[in-house]
C-alpha cells in the first residue's frame, strides 16, 4: 500500500465511516474528530432510491462538510457499469467500506453461464461485489443489520453465506462481529453486524484469529458466552450460485453466531460476549440544557395519554380488513426513557412530533420532550450539529437512523493503522 490508506467510500450517507477513519478538521474545531490512522477518503458515493433530488439531502450534507465534488451523487450500479465501459475513472483504492442494506441477495446465475456473478437487479451487495471484482482492493470494512446472519426465514444465513462465498472466490479472508455499541462504552444500544476482509493475507490459525489475533478481537474484545461456548465449523464454497441453492436449507437457526473468521473457505463461528471494563456513556450524557430545546419538542400535556397508550404494553382483540379478528400484544417501552444507560436504537422516524412508539423521549425540568436533532448526531457520535444544514428534523432523525456509531469503524481503524505502521 502507499504512504496513506486511501479508501473508497459506498452508501457514504452523512459521512460517518470517513469521520471515523480519516478524522475531521483541527483541534480547537467545532467538529474536530480524531483521524485513526493514516486513512484518506479519496471517493464517495451516496445516493438515495428512486433519484428525486429533494431525496438528496444526505448527499448534501455530506458535501456541505467534505468539500464539493467529495462525493458522486448517482446510481451505483450505472456508474460502475460507466467504468466498465471506459466513460468514467475511479481512483486507485486501498480500503472499500459501506454500510449496505440487508436484501435478498440471491443469485440469478450460475458460473457456468455467466462471466461473472450477476444477482438480482437493484440489490446493492452486487454492486460492492462488482467494484470488488475491478479492484480487489487489499482491505474492506461493511456494515450492516445483524438479521443479516439469520436471513432469509426460508433458508436462515443464505444471505450472508452468499457474501463469504463471493469474498472467497475473490481471495478474501473474512471476519466478522455483531457490536452492540453501548456493551463497549458508547451512549447507545445499536447492534450492527462488521464485516473485515482482507485480500491475499495469511491469517494462521481460525481459533486464534477468532479469539484474539484478528483486527474485530482486538477492536471489540471478546469472550466466550457462558451458556453456549461451543465453536461451530463449516465451510463456504467458490460459487455463491451453489450457494444459494443449498446453505442453510432446513435448518431452524443459523450457522453463523454473532462473531467468526472464513480462512480460505473454512469457517469458525462462535457466540461470544463483550469483553470490556472501560468507562460507559448514557442517554444523558448528550443532552441539550433545556433552554436550548425549541417549543416544538415538548410534549403537550394534552397528547401524554397517546404516548402512555403507545409506550404502554397491551394485549387487545383486534380485526383485519378482511374480517379477520386476532389477539395483538406487545411489551411495554421505558417511558420517559432512563437517562442513567444508554439509549435505545435510534430509528429513522425519529423525527416529527406526533406520538410514537418508537421515538425516545426524556424528562428535562419536570416536562417531557423528543429528542433535538444535536442529541441523535451525539448518540451516533458524530459531532454536535453535524447535520444541522438546513435539513429538517424529520430529515436530520432519518439521517440519524441510518448512520452508523462513528466511533465503531474508529476503533476498527486504529487497528489497521497499527498493522500498517509495524509491517
Not at 474528530?33 to 429533494?54: D, K, L, R, V
Not at 442513567?340 to 428535562?364: C, D, F, M, N, Y
Request: charged share 25%.
Amino acid at each position: 500500500m502507499a504512504a496513506e490508506i486511501r479508501i473508497a467510500e459506498l452508501f457514504a450517507g452523512v459521512g460517518g465511516f470517513r469521520l471515523g477513519l480519516d478524522g475531521y478538521g483541527k483541534p480547537g474545531d467545532d467538529f474536530y474528530m480524531e483521524p485513526a490512522g493514516p486513512f484518506h477518503t479519496i471517493w464517495a458515493n451516496q445516493w438515495e432510491p428512486m433519484g428525486q433530488e429533494s431525496k438528496q439531502f444526505a448527499w448534501r450534507c455530506y458535501e456541505q462538510h467534505f468539500g464539493k465534488g467529495s462525493c458522486v451523487n448517482e446510481d451505483i450500479a450505472k456508474v460502475l457499469d460507466e467504468v466498465d465501459a471506459g466513460e468514467r475513472a475511479i481512483p486507485d483504492f486501498d480500503m472499500l467500506v459501506g454500510g449496505f442494506p440487508c436484501q435478498d441477495y440471491s443469485v440469478a446465475k450460475p458460473l457456468a453461464l455467466a462471466a461473472g456473478i450477476e444477482g438480482r437487479k437493484g440489490v446493492l451487495w452486487w454492486s460492492i461485489n462488482h467494484l470488488l471484482e475491478m479492484r480487489l482492493p487489499k482491505i474492506v470494512l461493511l456494515e450492516n443489520v445483524d438479521r443479516l446472519l439469520k436471513s432469509p426465514a426460508s433458508q436462515r444465513g443464505r444471505d450472508f453465506a452468499i457474501i463469504l462465498s463471493c469474498l472467497n472466490r475473490l481471495g478474501y479472508n473474512v471476519e466478522w462481529h455483531v457490536v452492540n455499541a453501548a456493551e463497549y462504552g458508547m451512549p447507545q444500544r445499536r447492534r450492527r453486524v462488521y464485516i473485515y476482509a482482507e485480500h491475499n493475507s495469511e491469517w494462521g490459525n481460525l481459533e486464534e484469529r477468532l479469539l484474539s489475533t484478528g483486527v474485530m478481537a482486538r477492536a471489540f474484545p471478546i469472550r466466550p458466552n457462558e451458556k453456549d461456548k461451543g465453536l461451530v465449523y463449516f465451510s463456504i464454497g467458490n460459487d455463491p450460485y451453489e450457494v444459494t441453492q443449498t446453505f442453510g436449507k432446513g435448518h431452524k437457526v443459523s450457522l453463523f453466531r454473532n462473531t467468526g473468521v472464513m480462512i480460505n473457505g473454512q469457517v469458525v463461528t462462535m457466540k461470544a460476549d463483550a469483553e470490556y471494563a472501560g468507562n460507559h456513556m448514557t442517554l444523558g450524557d448528550v443532552l441539550v440544557p433545556a433552554s436550548d430545546v425549541p417549543e416544538q419538542f415538548w410534549i403537550d400535556e394534552t397528547k401524554i395519554p397517546s404516548w402512555t397508550y403507545l409506550k404502554g404494553g397491551k394485549k387487545e382483540e383486534r380485526t383485519t380488513s378482511a374480517g379477520y379478528t386476532y389477539t395483538y400484544s406487545e411489551g411495554p417501552v421505558a417511558f420517559p426513557d432512563p437517562l442513567t444507560s444508554p439509549s435505545r436504537t435510534i430509528l429513522t422516524g425519529e423525527g416529527g412530533a406526533g406520538a410514537s412508539r418508537t421515538k425516545h423521549v426524556v424528562e428535562q425540568d419536570g416536562r417531557l420532550r423528543r429528542l433535538v436533532p444535536d442529541e441523535l448526531d451525539q448518540l451516533q457520535m458524530f459531532p454536535k450539529g453535524w447535520t444541522d444544514t438546513g435539513m429538517s428534523d424529520g430529515r436530520r432523525a432519518f439521517c440519524m437512523g441510518n448512520a452508523l456509531v462513528t466511533e465503531i469503524p474508529h476503533r476498527i481503524g486504529e487497528v489497521i493503522a497499527h498493522d500498517y505502521q509495524a509491517q
